[in-house]
């Protein structure tokens, strides 16, 4: 079955760091671009970070600098590590993985998606 | 960064009505938008991909159309099952924007 299954969420207080994994299970991370997207309480859904199957790297410009997506093809996990965290981190944060239609055509969308996990930071 | 705004924020409808949502991107976007479903506590769920194609399994009473800088959702006629909020989210250029979200209730 193919799925993702984040972890790692809990209460941070600000400044803190925490790392968020996203298991993957019936295909690669490496093959797929992946990314984290993250939606605060009673709020919508902000994309956060991309990583592609080449490697490149792209984050939102409120976590550019503090976040840092990557992966581990040995474990087929992505993960998301989060330095000087805010208040307004606040949020579930999904994994999802990236959309290919026909002879493997990319389409930007997200088709596969996890749980979610939460992330509270707080003092 | 390109701003995605849709509209409305939220529609009120019955059973077997005609929806349509629009979204307007802040410059060209090509045909690079998806739309989303989600439901409360659920993640999102993708129903369009390059603004007018289905995805797998979603049903034939979701279609999508635009491109450039405007794009609708419509649901031709709407189901129990769909009353949920809807996003729309541009892949044209880094960093990637979702709309607001659009909920449809039951009127």
């Known amino acids: 079955e193919v799925q993702l299954v984040e972890t790692g969420g809990g209460l941070i207080q600000p400044g803190g760091s925490l790392r968020l994994s996203c298991a993957a299970s019936g295909f690669s991370v490496n093959n797929n671009y992946m990314s984290w997207v993250r939606q605060a309480p009673g709020e919508g859904l902000e994309w956060v970070s991309l990583?592609?199957?080449?490697?490149?790297?792209f984050y939102a410009d409120s976590v550019k600098g503090r976040f840092t997506i990557s992966r581990d093809n040995s474990k087929n996990t992505l993960y998301l590590q989060m330095n000087n965290l805010r208040a307004d981190d606040t949020a579930v944060y999904y994994c999802?993985?990236?959309?290919?239609?026909?002879?493997?055509?990319?389409?930007?969308?997200?088709?596969?998606w996890g749980q979610g996990t939460m992330v509270t930071v707080s003092s | 960064d390109i701003q995605m705004t849709q509209s409305p924020s939220s529609v009120s409808a019955s059973v077997g009505d005609r929806v349509t949502i629009t979204c307007r991107a802040s410059q060209g976007i090509s045909s690079w938008l998806a739309w989303y479903q989600q439901k409360p506590g659920k993640a999102p769920k993708l129903l369009i991909y390059a603004a007018s194609s289905l995805q797998s399994g979603v049903p034939s009473r979701f279609s999508g159309s635009g491109s450039g800088t405007d794009f609708t959702l419509t649901i031709s006629s709407l189901q129990p099952e769909d009353f949920a909020t809807y996003y729309c989210?541009?892949?044209?250029?880094?960093?990637?924007?979702f709309g607001q979200g659009t909920k449809v209730e039951i009127k």
């Open positions: 989210q541009q892949a044209d250029s880094f960093p990637w924007t």
């Open positions: 990583i592609y199957s080449g490697g490149n790297t």
């Open positions: 999802a993985r990236g959309h290919y239609y026909g002879s493997r055509s990319y389409s930007g969308a997200f088709d596969i």
